[in-house]
């Protein structure tokens, strides 16, 4: 390293977590959009949430190492060449994905205040205001957390340990990309950017899941790392779009259609492989039964919780039920994915429908065994639009553990869309 | 790296693997000043030995590569730093350990032509010379023909593979070291120069053996990381002492006194923990039988061939008929060691010796099980005096197998030095 880049570095205040506002996932900047043209005044409510109570993340991260994150993040703005990129790159085969409007919103625009508070020694982390805006909190929240406790763990760690640390986990990942290897036609992108280990070790596993896998590696999530990386940046949709319309409904008749219309309003805006069913949300059964017949011709569907083999069996059933047929349909597997779990997923559907992956948290964070009390494995950490217009939303899923919202709300919910009795699926990650 | 740096490296014509004269072991420079004091015009020829054949070295490495590297080494002078350190250094408590006359004549140095023909897939590569000067060519021309080997089979691998290759071989590393972590009382030094994997991996163990292990890790037999990463530079003399002496001999009753010719000129030369006995050239057990009795007075012993344990026992009863107390005295293991050896050896010696151990090919060099074909294990290579004045050296050593000389000669020397049957053990690195 040379003199003055290392004085540079010694002259830092922080070491920034996030440091630029497209390190964040591509399906974000899809859904901002779609809410900037769709929905742009409705007041949300982000929230953490740590499903792990067992890790005390006020105890272990500094409270005012967090604020000097956020408030950094706050500081940021799309640059010149983030701004072009998004502007001139082809996402999905597709030119100008994003509008000049949309474009020139984001061009002014720097994150909104968050409210933070300790409790119990948990991180109370809010963020309220125009939808559009609040959610692009989601992944840099987390992200920063995620990193924060990283670095706790890591701060008493001497040199070589470390280093051999390090050595471990490429170790891990390299051996997955010596099992993922010799499967014929697999498909695979890296979705780990919200529990990734750190930005730099996101960085490594796609620089290496690349290197080892060839054509079978699709892209990142990550619009920032996929640009630098001249990757293609992956992803369509999420819950919020269904969580957030479905709380502003008025009645049960326009609760029960606000699935079907978050995916009319996206049918719209987007074509091949965006359209992308995500749906679970209050379970997939009844969603699909329910499901109005245009959207038995959209490309696929996205299993992100329950038996992902059931959930994809019923996906299966529902097309041929339809008429279309599934060999020309693409599912995408997210949910709590590992290497034997991805084996198996696609020697049972490999040549009966297109198969891709998503794989997140055990690609960009399995520290797993590789500290004394396994201070370093990953742990279940979200940020959730919890409040619409005033409203609570409600998630259901395919497993009541992921499920989200006050009781009564709930079980509204589940009388109005028809949910029955659901499998318990331990959530690790 | 800064702009400059990378600038340079490019215009570099090679990458040179030994790029001191000091890049070589402690007891090579403490041997060559006895041999310069005592016989400093003997005649001797050094010659490469792969006793490894199934490893073709001349067709893994490029000849022009090969003459470059030697080249180089032939360039090399001791630097006004690597001179300031080895006149001004305390080695083994002793201050001014080179004579001024001895540092005169080092400083002035220039390695001496070497002689290279291929034959049969491998390499013959002699020196032929003043004593003083030719031997000072083992080291590094085994530390070459190993790294170049190296850069042969790293040569086609990309850079993630590289990385988790050197991933994988730190972990190996640092098992061992957590293996070792616990043994009470445990004293280790590097010996791994002359079989290293290469000159910056072996840099690489060392710190890590230091950070690891702290005040068991002794030092290293390397000067150069000694100097460089301020550590104990280890080691006292080998067998090419008793092997050239020897050779010199005219009468087989010169012969039988050899070996302890060798220890008297030593004995007048050095003190304490360098009088360390390796009795094993012509077979430690007859060795030890007809030795002077100021010999049992030394500070330790070196075993390095044959049953280790074997070796030790014999000296303890050796030094209990001399009317020594073993407690008093120091074992040193060098022989083909694995973190079970070591193990094993401490529990059983510990406490009714001094133990410590010179841990060579498995710690610089312990790739095995890496890469396809496992075409980075080490193999067993050697530079040895193989004549002096005209005629051939002779080594029986406790193992046959590492036995060398024209058979008459060994026959002879088996004769004079009362060796029977000997055990053989597998030569492994």
Known sequence: ???????????????PI??????????KLLMCQSIFRNKPDTQVTFSLINRTKSIRLADLVDEGELREQLDHIRSLSLSRGESTWLRGNTFYGKR????????????????????????????????EGNWPEVMLWEIPALAVLMELRSRAVLHNMRRFELQVLYARA????????????????????????????????????VQAMGEGLGGAFAGTSNCLIAKNRDLEAIGTNAHELPMVY???????????????????????????????????????????????????NWTGIRIDSGDPAAGAETAISWWKERGEDPREKLVIFSDGLNVDKIIELHAQFSGRVNVSFGWGTLLTNDFR???????????????????ANGRPTVKLSDNPRKAMGPASEIERYKRVFGVGAQEEVEVEV
Chains 1, 2 share one sequence.
């Open 1 to 15: 390293m040379d003199i003055a880049t290392r004085v540079h570095n010694h002259k830092w205040k922080i070491d």
């Open 18 to 27: 996030v440091r630029s506002l497209i390190d964040t996932d591509f399906y």
């Open 246 to 296: 479905a709380a502003l409904a008025e009645t049960d008749e326009e609760l029960a259609r606000a699935p079907y219309d978050v995916l009319s309003d996206w049918h719209e805006e987007h074509e091949g492989n965006l359209r992308i069913i995500l749906p679970d949300t209050y379970g997939t059964e009844g969603f699909l039964k329910n499901a109005p017949d245009w959207l038995a």
């Open 96 to 127: 100008q994905m994003f509008t000049p409007e949309f474009m020139e919103w984001f061009e002014a625009l720097r994150l909104p205040p968050y409210h933070l508070e300790k409790h119990d020694g948990q991180y109370e982390l809010t963020f």
């Open 369 to 387: 065994g590789l500290t004394p009390d396994d201070a370093l494995a990953p742990f279940s950490l979200v940020c959730k639009a919890v409040a």
């Open 170 to 205: 490429m170790t891990k990942v390299w051996e997955k990309v010596e099992q993922l290897r010799p499967i014929k036609g697999l498909r695979i992108a890296d979705f780990g950017t919200r529990r990734r280990h750190s930005f730099l070790w996101q960085d490594w596993c």
